[in-house]
């Protein structure tokens, strides 16, 4: 497993979460997502199993997010864990870099935020499905948003041989990853009420070793 520590902003998939900061006793709330991805191989291919506008909703955690609150936490077995699967060839290893940032901004107002702390994990152990994967995900260390790792790991033994080169009619078998976001949002300060966003740009790709 290599990590590495990167900040570089990806273009090849965009999650886009919203959710609401409420003042008073307002109850009232609702969310917009925008979600979109691509991989520049076509032997890539990234979904998400929860639909084709996933997001990190953190309203659904807690309905009304106050201000000058404690922070409200997405765990990796919590069900607003936001969840994408990979499939790609056998024998490969995949570089996975995540840009996210570390505070979201009141809509309208940049300088309105709140603090913003995404975790990711990954299962390449050929789990049966993706909430059966939560529970052996290895998790990255905070402040690491770029690793390196087969497709589908080999438990035990010698490493394998290097993949083989499609050719006639031959296709080389898939295996699938997955990966798992989650986050800490706050403490809330004494901010704004409104609609707080923020992106998040995944990029999965082949590793060159180059």
């Known amino acids: 497993m290599n990590l590495k520590r990167s900040h570089t902003a990806m273009n090849k998939g965009l999650l886009v979460f919203v959710f609401l900061i409420f003042s008073g006793m307002e109850v009232s709330w609702a969310q917009r997502i925008s979600f979109s991805t691509w991989t520049g191989s076509d032997d890539i291919i990234l979904t998400s199993p929860q639909g084709a506008m996933p997001g990190l909703n953190f309203n659904q955690k807690q309905a009304a997010i106050t201000a000058s609150s404690e922070a409200v936490v997405i765990g990796i077995t919590d069900g607003q864990t936001v969840i994408y699967e990979i499939e790609a060839p056998e024998g490969f290893d995949l570089v996975v870099e995540v840009d996210a940032p ?3 901004a009141l809509e309208g107002n940049a300088e309105e935020t ?3 702390q995404l975790r990711i994990a990954y299962n390449n152990q050929s789990a ?3 909430l ?5 995900a290895i998790e990255l260390p905070l402040g690491f948003n770029t690793i390196v790792f087969p497709v589908n790991r080999r438990m035990s033994g010698a490493p394998g041989p290097p993949p083989t080169p499609e050719h006639g009619g ?3 078998p898939k295996a699938k990853a997955y990966l798992y976001f989650y986050a800490t949002l ?8 409104g609609v707080y966003e923020g992106n998040i740009n995944i990029n999965v790709s082949f590793s060159s070793y180059d």
């Open 102 to 104: 570390n505070v979201l």
């Open 114 to 116: 709140v603090p913003f």
């Open 128 to 130: 049966a499905d993706h």
């Open 132 to 136: 059966s994967g939560k529970g052996s």
């Open 170 to 172: 031959y296709t080389r």
């Open 186 to 193: 706050g403490p809330i300060g004494a901010v704004l009420p």
